[in-house]
């Protein structure tokens, strides 16, 4: 079964065109509306407190969060301090990676993770990772936004949790598609709606209310099916009040959309 002509927003930015040729091979009719951007922040005082507490041998474990962050915050590290001394010292904590992503950037480096969270690497499962542990003084790259439960939970371990914010998400410098999404979202133009991260749903919100239109949106969201690459996305879609309808198999963009292709009737929920 595939979509047959049904008509599916996905709101990716980074892979946006790869999104649109995988809807379009499966027979659907792809409106792609990137909703985010990375903006690295101005000043790097958390990055740079994290590089010379990590050289005095503050930590006993590195949490990577982000493929993204982490090289950023390298980056950051070696505008103010030696390339080798900080490779040294992140060899005597303990790398712990949410996912391949992180794990793909820290080989980048030379390094290597000690620590791999299983899928679908949400941080529930990196606390559960992290539950038999011994290392108590703990770095966290952050992703954008403070993932409060992670951080709660981390120190309802008994952990001392310093957090490392390097970069921040924006609403894309283009927006004009994102805020057509909105619209036609409200007239309820969608069948399927794809995500494939929280924020892409968070700043569909914010232009929706920007606009005055979110009452609207959300009954557009709920009109349609909604596919979300997995249980953090699917947290979020939640705390607005709406149903997910179809995670896939593991959280990977092409499993997301060829799965869905052939498991989820084309038709809205409504029909």
Same mark, same amino acid.
């Given at each position: 079964?595939?979509?047959?002509?049904?008509?599916?927003?996905?709101?990716?930015?980074?892979?946006?065109?790869?999104?649109?040729?995988?809807?379009?091979?499966?027979?659907?009719? #792809?409106?792609?509306?990137?909703?985010?951007?990375?903006? $690295?922040? %101005?000043?790097?005082?958390? /990055? +740079?407190?994290? *590089?010379? =507490?990590?050289?005095?041998?503050?930590?006993?474990?590195?949490?990577?969060?982000?493929?993204?962050?982490?090289?950023?915050?390298?980056?950051?590290?070696?505008?103010?301090?030696?390339?080798?001394?900080?490779?040294?010292?992140?060899?005597?904590?303990?790398?712990?990676?949410?996912?391949?992503?992180?794990?793909?950037?820290?080989?980048?480096?030379?390094?290597?993770?000690?620590?791999?969270?299983?899928?679908?690497?949400?941080?529930?499962?990196?606390?559960?990772?992290?539950? #038999?542990?011994?290392?108590?003084?703990?770095?966290?790259? $952050?992703? %954008?936004?403070?993932?409060? /439960? +992670?951080?709660? *939970?981390? =120190?309802?371990?008994?952990?001392?949790?310093?957090?490392?914010?390097?970069?921040?998400?924006?609403?894309?410098?283009?927006?004009?598609?994102?805020?057509?999404?909105?619209?036609?979202?409200?007239?309820?133009?969608?069948?399927?709606?794809?995500?494939?991260?929280?924020?892409?749903?968070?700043?569909?919100?914010?232009?929706?209310?920007?606009?005055?239109?979110?009452?609207?949106?959300?009954?557009?969201?709920?009109?349609?099916?909604?596919?979300?690459?997995?249980?953090?996305?699917?947290?979020?879609?939640?705390?607005?009040?709406?149903?997910?309808?179809?995670?896939?198999?593991?959280?990977?963009?092409?499993?997301?959309?060829?799965?869905?292709?052939?498991?989820?009737?084309?038709?809205?929920?409504?029909?």
């Amino acid at each position: 079964m595939a979509f047959e002509g049904a008509r599916i927003l996905s709101l990716e930015s980074r892979r946006a065109a790869e999104m649109a040729t995988l809807i379009r091979k499966q027979g659907g009719e #792809p409106f792609v509306a990137p909703s985010m951007r990375e903006v $690295e922040l %101005g000043r790097h005082d958390e /990055a +740079l407190d994290f *590089g010379r =507490r990590l050289l005095a041998d503050e930590f006993d474990a590195t949490i990577l969060l982000t493929g993204v962050g982490t090289r950023l915050l390298w980056r950051t590290l070696l505008t103010r301090f030696d390339q080798a001394d900080l490779k040294a010292a992140l060899k005597r904590t303990t790398i712990v990676v949410r996912g391949p992503k992180p794990s793909a950037a820290i080989r980048e480096i030379g390094l290597a993770a000690q620590v791999q969270v299983a899928e679908p690497n949400t941080w529930r499962e990196l606390l559960e990772t992290m539950r #038999p542990r011994t290392e108590t003084r703990v770095a966290v790259q $952050e992703y %954008g936004k403070s993932n409060i /439960a +992670l951080n709660d *939970g981390l =120190r309802a371990q008994g952990r001392e949790v310093t957090t490392v914010r390097v970069y921040a998400w924006g609403l894309p410098e283009d927006a004009a598609p994102l805020r057509e999404a909105a619209a036609k979202l409200a007239r309820r133009e969608f069948d399927i709606v794809m995500l494939t991260t929280s924020m892409q749903l968070v700043n569909l919100m914010k232009i929706a209310e920007e606009a005055g239109i979110e009452a609207e949106v959300l009954d557009g969201l709920r009109s349609a099916r909604i596919a979300s690459i997995g249980p953090t996305t699917t947290e979020t879609v939640e705390e607005y009040g709406l149903n997910v309808d179809f995670e896939p198999s593991h959280p990977k963009m092409g499993l997301l959309v060829n799965e869905l292709a052939g498991l989820i009737p084309a038709q809205p929920r409504g029909a």
